[in-house]
């Protein structure tokens, strides 16, 4: 998660199994609801939410089989799709197009072919705080429960909170992961001598970033469907994964270009 950490290596996103699409595994007869999947998922996948997999049946990524109700039941494959999909996304800021592509290949017994871009980097052995900064909204942490797992002080912590770098989440006196982030690459930044008042910029750009990727979605959301939800959480999604795609390229390139130019 972190740079710096022991050697990494670098793994694909794992194939979901090649059992065809709609069809319940006939190697087990044991199969979920909606609900039970978004459970499964969000141990991993924390933002997904029920209009997110309404939405990739919609466009023809995970076809679940119904029963005489017409409700829906997920196979293991299903399941092996759904988490394909969503590892593509997050690990290789893929569009779902191109996710598609992949799967179809992947029907046909065929492997996807290589494309450049990040890999998914594994640790050798990810710690318990890593696994907290992945849950992200799930994590509730005390302040002194913040200041002992990111290894801030008091004073610095204050700080960040008057830029506005880190603040408990709405509502409550608790942070969460993202708060955790934050605070804990701050005390990584901290011993390069840079302060909290330097990082101002980068919450002004994240503000700016974030209204912009609001403007584009809102007319998704207000569109009168069943799927309009999961078509604006897909494109935050991806617009996201871009932007900081965009962020890291500028910033190497400016770093190539030398300081001074």
């Known amino acids: 998660m972190s740079a710096g950490r022991a050697t990494a290596r ?4 794992p194939a979901p199994a090649r059992t065809p699409r709609g ?4 190697s087990s007869a044991k ?9 499964q998922l969000r141990l991993d996948y924390p933002d997904v939410t029920l209009s997110k997999i309404r939405y990739l049946e919609a466009e023809g990524l995970v076809t679940p089989a119904r029963t005489s109700a017409n409700y829906r039941k997920y196979s293991a494959d299903d399941v092996a799709r759904l988490r394909y999909v969503l590892g593509a996304q997050r690990e290789r800021f893929l569009p779902l197009r191109v996710i598609k592509q992949e799967l179809e ?11 450049p871009g990040p890999r998914v980097v594994a640790p050798p ?4 705080l890593d696994a907290l900064l992945d849950n992200g909204e799930q994590v509730r942490m005390s302040r002194r429960e913040l200041l002992a797992a990111a290894g801030v002080s008091e004073q610095e912590l204050t700080e960040l909170e008057q830029y506005g770098l880190v ?3 709405p509502g409550g006196s608790y942070f969460d992961g993202d708060a955790l982030a934050v605070a804990r690459t701050f005390a990584a930044l901290s011993g390069f001598g840079i302060q909290p008042r330097h990082l101002r910029p980068s919450r002004v750009a994240a503000d700016r970033e974030a209204g912009l990727i609001e ?5 998704l959301r207000a569109q009168r469907d069943p799927f309009s939800g999961g078509r604006a959480e897909e494109a935050l999604d991806e617009i996201a994964g871009l932007l900081v795609r ?3 390229a500028l910033l190497r390139s400016r770093l190539r270009s030398g300081p001074g130019t």
Request: hydrophobic residues 35%; charged residues 20%; negative net charge.
């Open 10 to 13: 670098s793994v694909p996103v």
């Open 23 to 26: 069809q319940a595994d006939a």
């Open 31 to 39: 199969t979920l609801t909606i609900g039970e999947i978004l459970d």
């Open 105 to 115: 290949s992947l029907d046909r017994g065929l492997l996807p072919r290589e494309r």
């Open 125 to 128: 052995s990810p710690s318990p």
């Open 167 to 169: 603040a408990p989440r």
């Open 215 to 219: 403007q584009v979605t809102v007319p």
């Open 246 to 248: 965009l962020h890291a």
